[in-house]
């Protein structure tokens, strides 16, 4: 059963910093792995996917790699603003599974 | 439509009473997942529909839940006898449809807030 861990689960930061969120998978046959970010009382918006072939996303101040063989995602928020400050979900698409981690959530301050 | 969408995006009701949870996924989607989240916790599966193959319904927490769908269309996910423990709110994503090692990625609907008082 492919279980997914998001570190750390609470992030605070001020405006402007650089930061990285964790995300690691137990099994490694995966089709995908897709960041989201949620809003309090909100659903769910996707920032980034990258296949199981590829290494990285980018878009805009977001970066994404992906480590199929160690299982390991990471997600990399440059220039932080407090519009960032939200829940940060890793997901992990295998043959008719999507498996969610826990989140990070995001404080940035002004 | 050009997103997931689902109806009502709230709903109170009675401790006991049924309610039924409208998704409509994008066109031309096969895959389906309805999620439950509880406050403050994160996404629980409840099922999965793919085309016409029988859904995975291994997420359901009692027999009280069911849903359906018809090949690629609207999902309804239904609740009898509701109880407290199933306020949270209920998420809808679709896909198209797998094929090979890539798929296209999930999208989201808003959400259901679901209440029982």
């Known amino acids: 059963k492919q279980e997914v861990t998001q570190i750390p689960a609470a992030l605070s930061v001020p405006e402007g910093e650089n930061l990285v969120l964790n995300c690691s998978f137990t099994?490694?046959?995966?089709?995908?792995l897709q960041w989201f970010r949620q809003d309090p009382g909100k659903g769910l918006t996707s920032l980034l996917l990258i296949q199981s072939s590829q290494r990285e996303q980018t878009s805009g101040r977001l970066n994404a790699s992906l480590d199929k063989s160690s299982g390991r995602s990471t997600l990399y928020i440059a220039a932080s603003q407090p519009g960032d400050s939200a829940t940060y979900l890793c997901a992990v698409s295998g043959y008719s599974t999507l498996t969610f981690g826990k989140g990070t959530m995001l404080l940035v301050s002004p | 439509g050009a997103g997931v969408s689902q109806s009502p995006s709230n709903k109170v009701t009675e401790k006991g009473k049924d309610v039924e949870l409208r998704c409509d996924p994008i066109?031309?989607?096969?895959?389906l997942y309805w999620y439950r989240q509880r406050l403050g916790q994160g996404l629980e599966f409840l099922i999965y529909?793919?085309?016409?193959?029988?859904?995975?319904k291994s997420g359901l927490p009692s027999d009280r839940f069911s849903a359906e769908r018809t090949g690629e269309s609207v999902s309804t996910l239904t609740i009898q006898r509701t109880q407290q423990e199933d306020s949270a709110v209920y998420l809808c994503?679709?896909?198209?449809?797998?094929?090979?090692?890539?798929?296209?990625?999930?999208?989201f609907g808003s959400g259901t807030r679901l209440t029982v008082v």
């Open positions: 994503a679709s896909s198209l449809e797998i094929s090979g090692t890539d798929n296209y990625g999930y999208t």
């Open positions: 066109s031309g989607h096969t895959a």
């Open positions: 529909f793919q085309g016409n193959s029988a859904p995975d």
């Open positions: 099994d490694s046959a995966i089709y995908n």
